[in-house]
Nanobody, 119 residues
Framework: QVQLVESGGGLVQAGGSLRLSCAAS????????MGWFRQAPGKERVFVGR????????YYADSVKGRFTIPRDNAKNTVYLQMNTLKPEDTAVYYC????????????WGQGTQVTVSS
């Protein structure tokens, strides 16, 4: 049984920072591709970024590149989404997910955490 639990969302002013956490159980995060997604009100869920298992390489959507990073703490079996220089358009519910096969889709998702950026 795989479980992902996000936390760290909240209300922040534009230009501020937040760090979201995604704590995993049932799988070791360093062994799988972990992704972050977000869904704004009335819009579809979109990709934000991901961290690979081997080597921990990261990849980000253009909309967040240079502002967001995805650190990983293997000891805590947790991945993070460090969000800096936040903009009102970053307002969304943020989800983490895990892909159990190297080139497959994401198999398990967290419940999501709300991030609201005020102008």
């Amino acid at each position: 049984q795989v479980q992902l639990v996000e936390s760290g969302g909240g209300l922040v002013q534009a230009g501020g920072s937040l760090r979201l956490s995604c704590a995993a159980s049932g799988r070791t995060v360093s062994s799988y591709r972990m992704g972050w997604f977000r869904q704004a009100p009335g819009k579809e869920r979109v990709f934000v970024g991901r961290i690979s298992a081997i080597g921990g390489s990261t990849y980000y959507a253009d909309s967040v590149k240079g502002r967001f990073t995805i650190p990983r703490d293997n000891a805590k079996n947790t991945v993070y989404l460090q969000m800096n220089t936040l903009k009102p358009e970053d307002t969304a519910v943020y989800y983490c997910a895990i892909a159990l096969t190297p080139s497959g889709s994401y198999d398990y998702w967290g419940q999501g955490t709300q991030v609201t950026v005020s102008s």
